[in-house]
């Protein structure tokens, strides 16, 4: 169905140009248009997860992510004050055949680029959509220029402030979680484990792995807060901030926040599921239609599963019969990562002393006696395949 067919893509991140590429491998001619002047060194740390690996195999770019990502070797939950270690799952070991990948997000976009460019994908840089309009034979695209151009199929990959979503699934007000994060990157030595450390702690959590091959530690920081105005991850914040934030967390803690010159804050907005995910010539995906809170790590690895299936039932079937494929397909699977997500947010802010100890002695119970049920508890998201469905 798609074969010699033109795909306009709202948004050059990974959800937009993973998109561009699988729907291009199957017969399209694809074009992006992303706002940014340039596509830089945006962003911090990702990590991807098995599952969104398979989606890298499947469009030929799996062996270059290896080269550029570091391979996980495990996940460790410490408290917070004395980094007494909660549970250590050992990914090496009870995971050797599944990659779990960190990658610097500009390294990812950089690798999805080229395989774009490589298929015949055009991008077109500093081009922003204003306005969509789905009209009865094409959509109408506004951009900032005031200039106008129509397709016979957009995809929407424009993120949480996509002008595509009101007009395919109506207005939804986000509301504030009540928490705000922190991202930082600071230098690295070289020397740390391939490893995700977690301190958690009354109201907040702290995380950090390497990026580069040690070369970069990435930090996240969350702490429970009554007010926020403003969404979007490259607000500037205050370093003194964030050190008296977790002033009370572990020395390693503090050495580590001891090196942030530069940090962005954000405030955490939930976002319901779009009731509806496409229109007559318009489709939804990624931030776009089912955004997630960063507690699980899947933002992103849900933005490569999206761009498979989207291509897949475009190629099985004409519009709007792709379109509520698609939807049905993803909308479960989504909808539970995202309560998972959720769910992890109040694991990691437990603030009674008495019911964090007894969750953590619940944990350590549960790593020492049953390390490999531990590590495989996540097997419904990790071990999902797209690629084979």
């Given at each position: 169905?798609?074969?010699?067919?033109?795909?306009?893509?709202?948004?050059?991140?990974?959800?937009?140009?993973?998109?561009?590429i699988a729907i291009a491998a199957r017969g399209a001619h694809v074009s992006v248009a992303e706002q940014a002047d340039?596509?830089?060194?945006?962003?911090?740390?990702?990590?991807?997860?098995?599952?969104?690996?398979?989606?890298?195999?499947?469009?030929?770019?799996?062996?270059?992510?290896?080269?550029?990502?570091?391979?996980?070797?495990?996940?460790?939950?410490?408290?917070?004050?004395?980094?007494?270690?909660?549970?250590?799952?050992?990914?090496?070991?009870?995971?050797?055949d599944q990659d779990y990948l960190f990658v610097h997000r500009a390294d990812l976009i950089d690798l999805l680029a080229a395989g774009a460019r490589a298929v015949g994908v055009e991008i077109a840089l500093g081009r922003r959509a204003v306005a969509v309009q789905d009209g009865e034979n094409a959509a109408?695209?506004?951009w900032q220029d005031g200039t106008l151009s129509s397709s016979n199929l957009l995809v929407a990959a424009d993120g949480l402030s996509s002008c595509a979503r009101a007009g395919v699934t109506g207005v939804q007000e986000p509301f504030f979680t009540g928490q705000v994060a922190w991202r930082a990157l600071v230098p690295g030595d070289g020397t740390s484990p391939d490893e995700v450390t977690v301190h958690m702690g009354p109201g907040r959590h702290l995380v950090q792995y390497p990026l580069r091959q040690g070369r970069l530690m990435n930090i996240v920081a969350v702490q429970e807060q009554g007010e926020w105005t403003q969404e979007g991850w490259q607000q500037p914040g205050d370093p003194d901030t964030l050190r008296a934030v977790f002033s009370d967390f572990s020395d390693a803690v503090q050495n580590r926040l001891a090196q942030v010159d530069?940090?962005?804050?954000?405030?955490?907005?939930?976002?319901?599921i779009a009731q509806k995910w496409s229109s007559r010539h318009v489709i939804l995906t990624g931030d776009a239609v089912h955004p997630t809170l960063p507690f699980l790590a899947q933002g992103a690895?849900?933005?490569?599963?999206?761009?498979?299936v989207l291509a897949d039932c475009l190629a099985a079937h004409d519009m709007p019969l792709a379109?509520?494929?698609?939807?049905?397909?993803?909308h479960d699977r989504v909808a539970r990562v995202i309560a998972a997500a959720n769910a992890n947010a109040r694991n990691y802010h437990l603030r009674h002393p008495v019911g964090r100890m007894a969750a953590h002695t619940l944990l350590r119970v549960a790593g020492t006696l049953a390390p490999k049920q531990v590590v495989g508890r996540f097997d419904w998201l990790y071990r999902h395949d797209v690629t084979a469905s």
């Open positions: 169905m798609l074969t010699g067919q033109n795909v306009q893509i709202l948004g050059a991140g990974i959800a937009g140009l993973a998109a561009a340039e596509i830089t060194e945006v962003g911090a740390g990702l990590q991807i997860s098995p599952n969104g690996v398979a989606v890298m195999d499947a469009l030929g770019l799996g062996a270059k992510l290896r080269e550029i990502a570091t391979r996980a070797t495990a996940v460790n939950l410490l408290d917070y004050r004395h980094d007494r270690r909660v549970l250590r799952m050992d990914l090496a070991a009870h995971a050797r109408q695209i506004t530069d940090v962005n804050v954000w405030g955490l907005f939930r976002h319901a690895t849900m933005g490569l599963e999206d761009a498979w379109g509520a494929a698609y939807q049905t397909r993803r």
